[in-house]
């Protein structure tokens, strides 16, 4: 998708930064790059995305650095002829773009997985990724293209961070004083996970990512930050309660605990009953698993990691 890109094969070139790969990727890319010499395989030792991003940042050679991962579908051949356009019409320091979870080809469950992560619920409102908002904007949320100058004002990621690197880079961006601008005409749409075990190890890794990023950088922290911690430690509480209750019989202190609980249950509901409504029964079925394993992951990596450090 990147080599039909409408737009001068001498004018740009792409670095896939490969983490030490054991299956047929650097095969693949090698004989890729024999027909298209703007292709260039780098080793990322440091096998992290983190790590993978300042590989394609040092070593690129172009003014502009555009970061796509590897589970992205780009859907037309401008966009790298939009990329040039957004920086020219906005003088801005780096570019955001909106990351919906909606490429073609996708299983029920991750259409599921797309319309639960954009529902109020799945995502948190301050976000761009599900938006089709288009002007200046703060890049923490959503940032992913840059001028070069960028990195010699706020250095490079923190390879330290196995998710969230994104986050924590865009903050110092932001924090740095550097402009950023967001528009539709930039949209990447990114694969969802494919089972509810992919989703939670994916959740746990942000949420551990979240803890590192406010550790790091305490003042970025925000109540919608902890809510999901305090979701999990409720539901620990919750259990203990019952527990209690089973051998004593005092179920007060439980029915005190499970009520908020059970509105969140109706939330969960009426939540998928709107995407029911909207777009059909098949894709609203798995949506309060979805959800929860949403809200748990991201509370439960949170806690794990606050307890390691």
């Known amino acids: 998708q990147l080599l039909s890109q409408d737009y001068p094969t001498d004018r740009f070139e792409i670095i896939v930064a ?73 003088g801005a320091d780096c570019l955001g773009r909106p990351q919906p979870l909606d490429p073609p080809g996708l299983t029920a469950f991750q259409k599921a997985v797309a319309l639960a992560r954009a529902s109020k619920l799945g995502h948190g409102g301050d976000s761009l990724i599900f938006g089709q908002y288009e002007g200046f904007a703060s890049p923490v949320s959503n940032g992913a293209t840059y001028r070069k100058e960028v990195f010699d004002k706020v250095g490079y990621v923190d390879e ?97 605990l499970a009520l908020p609980y059970g509105l969140y249950l109706l939330l969960l509901i009426g939540t998928a009953v709107k995407i029911a409504v909207k777009s059909g029964f098949s894709c609203a079925t798995p949506v309060p698993a979805i959800i929860f394993v949403i809200h748990f992951g991201l509370g439960w990596g949170f806690i794990r990691q606050a307890l390691k450090s």
């Open 18 to 90: 490969d983490g030490m790969s054991d299956d047929a990727t650097r095969a693949i890319v090698t004989e890729i790059a024999k027909n298209h010499p703007q292709v260039r395989l780098l080793d990322n030792p440091g096998r992290r995305s983190s790590a993978g991003r300042n590989v394609g940042f040092k070593n690129g050679r172009g003014d502009i650095f555009l970061v796509v991962d590897g589970h992205c579908y780009i859907p037309d051949t401008q966009l790298l002829n939009n990329t040039v356009a957004c920086f020219e019409k906005s």
């Open 160 to 256: 330290t961070f196995d998710a969230c690197e994104d986050v924590e880079f865009n903050y110092r961006v932001a924090q740095a004083g550097c402009t950023c601008y967001t528009s539709p005409g930039l949209t990447v749409r990114y694969y969802p996970r494919e089972n509810l075990q992919g989703l939670m190890r994916q959740m746990l890794r942000y949420g551990s990512g979240r803890r590192k990023f406010t550790k790091k950088h305490p003042a970025a922290l925000t109540v919608n930050q902890l809510i999901p911690a305090f979701f999990v430690t409720g539901l620990l509480c919750l259990a203990v309660t019952l527990l209690i209750a089973l051998f004593t019989g005092i179920l007060l202190p439980s029915l005190l």
